[in-house]
């Protein structure tokens, strides 16, 4: 079974600070990863995907991605955060083409950016 | 090209009452997906639906159903109402069924159980 830890329910950052968000699967076979990122009152937006291909993943609005399977971590990061980038992300993981679409979900991390 | 659309967008019942969700995926695609979103248990996978099939199915009591149908379009039922089934229910939509295709989410339906 697969499974996914993100640290820390909730992240304060300043306006132009880094944003790390930590994200650690569990999975027996090599797995897709995913984070998400979801506004108040809507649905998820994909930021980016990890496929097997490259390990440093880069997404939409500046956001990127490491896959270490050493760690068996996809940590999130952008190096200087938007009063936008307020939210919660999700990191997801998926293990093979029988799973289908099904993804499992951490837990999330709420963003607060101050100004 | 339009999104992921679900209806109603929020919708109160009581318990033992039963709903039913719609949602309409993306045009072309044919895979459909719901999940349940609650504060408490986070996000969960409900069941997946691929050209009227149903692909799999996550750990939820039989009083959750859906279906889809020839047009790709999908509905959930929820039977049986509990005050705990009080949540966020999203649809997703992918072109294909698969582990490596971008998944589209709706904006929900917020079912309140009274």
């Known amino acids: 079974a697969q499974s996914v830890t993100q640290l820390g329910s909730h992240v304060s950052v300043s306006e132009g600070a880094l944003v790390l968000l930590r994200c650690n699967y569990s999975s027996s076979v090599p797995p897709y990863l995913f984070w998400y990122v979801q506004y108040p009152n809507q649905g998820l937006q994909l930021l980016l995907k990890?496929?097997?291909?490259?390990?440093l993943v880069k997404g939409i609005n500046g956001f990127e991605a490491e896959f270490k399977k050493s760690e068996t971590s996809f940590h999130l990061t952008k190096p200087s955060a938007h009063m936008s980038d307020a939210a919660e992300y999700f990191c997801?993981?998926?293990?093979?083409?029988?799973?289908?679409?099904?993804?499992?979900f951490g837990g999330g991390t709420r963003v607060l950016v101050k100004p | 090209k339009a999104g992921v659309t679900q209806t109603p967008r929020y919708l109160i019942k009581t318990r033992g009452q039963q709903v039913t969700l719609s949602c309409s995926p993306i045009?072309?695609?044919?895979?459909v997906s719901w999940y349940q979103q609650t504060p408490g248990q986070g996000l969960q996978f409900l069941f997946e639906y691929f050209s009227e099939t149903q692909r799999n199915k996550g750990n939820f009591p039989g009083r959750f159903s859906g279906r889809q149908f020839s047009n790709s379009r999908s509905e959930m039922n929820v039977s049986t109402l509990e005050l705990g089934d009080s949540a966020l229910y999203l649809c997703?939509?992918?072109?294909?069924?698969?582990?490596?295709?971008?998944?589209?989410f709706g904006p929900g339906t917020r079912l309140t159980v009274l």
């Open positions: 997801a993981v998926s293990t093979n083409k029988a799973a289908g679409n099904k993804l499992t």
């Open positions: 990890y496929t097997s291909a490259a390990t």
């Open positions: 045009s072309g695609h044919r895979s």
């Open positions: 997703a939509s992918s072109l294909l069924a698969g582990s490596i295709n971008e998944q589209f």
